[in-house]
């Protein structure tokens, strides 16, 4: 049973209605977010058209703002859009659906003003506009707007996306929109399109950026951008009417050569039941073979392809080679599912044992831990220990923290590969990480059993001091941890 001082709402019931008035008076003085979130309250218990005013009282407010927001504040500013989000959401819409899309599209209006005076590196701030924009196209449904007011509506925010914050309306209000409101919609794109292509790009403005055919100037760029969101209205369209050849047509002739694009007009064909087409088209974009990094998606595609011309076999050995060469876990995955039982147990021994001799050691073991075999990570740190690059720390630290408990000879030869290369270097920045996991690899010295080839910890600790013990900083920071 719980104990009467827990907070929880039936203990807090007990103070009764003039106590927690009093309570919540003390609690919200000197916080406006606090005061802003009972009143919604108070209004809420007046009438819907009451509530209604006071968000539209408040939104305003936001838009007339122009006070910088730093990093610092971007919380108080999300918690605050939230508030006033779930109020429209959860009061207003079941009342007055009509009132809260009015009040939701001001709502999303708010971006623009936000963005220009925001500093959101999280991305925080642009989640709360995409949630509207669901919500938004949940509320449509309910209300009694035209499809065709909703169409004109959603255009006019799609020229307005200069933040992405309508990224995700065209989806959300396909509902809504229905037949009539997605024709319209496709007019006022394609018009717009129709525009953007005519209308050649002006070179004037001031310059924003250089190209590999030079300057880069405002007017230019905003052209561009215009082309750009024309054609992703189009697409999710396109995508919507299941258009296959309208996303297709869609596409630039430099677009289709590339093994991205190609891969989603590929997965559209294979939907369509079109696989010849959708291999033929993946193969005129197939990536360089200097690339350094593999297309995943292309590759997916590709042996997606050859399986639904009924080539199974090409495409288990496609899906091989392309593991083989970047150990994608994905390609692994593929590639074992579609195996007889028992024969998946043996392929899949037979990637570990190609993972364990890939000459990359750090993707190696970064496969290892993600698939996750914690017995073959072992392994191979102690097999390349000498390989391992200690600037490798994002993934060398996560992986110790990991291995420590099953396997602290492993996690110790991590943890001395970061310190190494923190003293071999001289990164002073990083001293203080190297005391922490010395002391780890100190702590961890009593869990082995035998360090094998490796220095015991006595012995390691002695080269340090012998090899590094100028290095005031990091032996200051290693007394501190004591």
């Known amino acids: 049973m719980a104990k009467k001082t827990t907070l929880n709402a039936k203990n807090l019931e007990a103070l009764g209605a003039k106590r927690l008035a009093e309570l919540l008076i003390e609690i919200s003085t000197g916080s406006a977010a606090h005061k802003r979130r009972l009143r919604l309250e108070l209004a809420g218990e007046q009438s819907s058209g009451e509530m209604a005013r006071e968000i539209r009282k408040h939104l305003t407010r936001l838009q007339r703002a122009r006070s910088f927001i730093d990093w610092r504040k971007v919380k108080k500013l999300k918690a605050d859009l939230e508030t006033q989000r779930s109020a429209i959401i959860e009061k207003l819409e079941p009342q007055d659906p009509d009132e809260a899309l009015e009040l939701i599209w001001r709502f999303l209006h708010l971006a623009d003003s936000i963005f220009a005076r925001s500093d959101d590196g999280s991305g925080s701030l642009v989640?709360?506009?995409?949630?509207?924009?669901?919500?938004?196209?949940?509320?449509?449904?309910?209300s009694e707007t035209s499809p065709e007011t909703l169409a004109e509506k959603v255009f006019q925010a799609l020229r307005d996306n200069g933040y992405g914050q309508y990224d995700p309306l065209i989806e959300a209000m396909l509902p809504a929109l229905g037949a009539d409101g997605l024709a319209r919609l496709k007019e006022l794109s394609t018009q717009w399109l129709d525009e953007t292509v005519q209308e050649k790009p002006r070179r004037e403005g001031r310059i924003i950026g250089m190209s590999q055919n030079g300057p880069l100037y405002e007017d230019e760029v905003y052209s561009r951008h215009d082309d750009l969101s024309a054609r992703i209205a189009l697409e999710v369209i396109a995508d919507a009417e299941g258009d296959v050849d309208a996303y297709i047509a869609l596409q630039t002739e430099e677009a289709m050569r590339s093994p991205m694009i190609a891969a989603k007009i590929a997965e559209r064909l294979l939907e369509a039941g079109r696989a010849g087409e959708a291999l033929t088209r993946l193969d005129q974009a197939a990536p360089k073979k200097d690339r350094l990094l593999p297309v995943l998606e292309w590759e997916r595609a590709r042996a997606d392809a050859l399986e639904a011309l009924g080539r199974a076999d090409e495409a288990q050995d496609f899906r091989w080679q392309c593991f083989e060469a970047s150990l994608e876990q994905q390609h692994l995955q593929d590639y074992l599912k579609r195996l007889p039982d028992f024969d998946d147990i043996e392929a899949e021994e037979k990637a570990m044992s190609w993972v364990a001799t890939y000459p990359n050691v750090h993707q190696a073991l970064l496969f290892f831990m993600e698939w996750p075999a914690l017995r073959e990570a072992n392994a191979l740190i102690l097999d390349r220990s000498g390989e391992i690059d200690g600037n490798y720390y994002e993934l060398l630290t996560p992986a110790s923290e990991t291995l420590k408990e099953k396997y602290p000879l492993a996690a110790t030869l991590l943890l001395r590969a970061m310190i190494d290369f923190s003293l071999n270097s001289a990164r002073s920045s990083r001293y203080k990480h190297a005391a922490r996991h010395l002391i780890e690899c100190e702590a961890l010295a009593v869990h082995i059993d035998?360090?094998?080839?490796?220095?015991?910890?006595?012995?390691?600790?002695?080269?340090?001091?012998?090899?590094?013990?100028?290095?005031?900083?990091?032996?200051a920071a290693v007394e501190r941890l004591y």
């Open 127 to 142: 989640e709360s506009f995409h949630l509207a924009c669901v919500d938004a196209g949940r509320i449509a449904k309910a």
């Open 450 to 475: 035998g360090f094998g080839s490796a220095d015991s910890h006595h012995s390691y600790l002695t080269k340090l001091q012998r090899d590094h013990g100028r290095k005031t900083g990091f032996w």
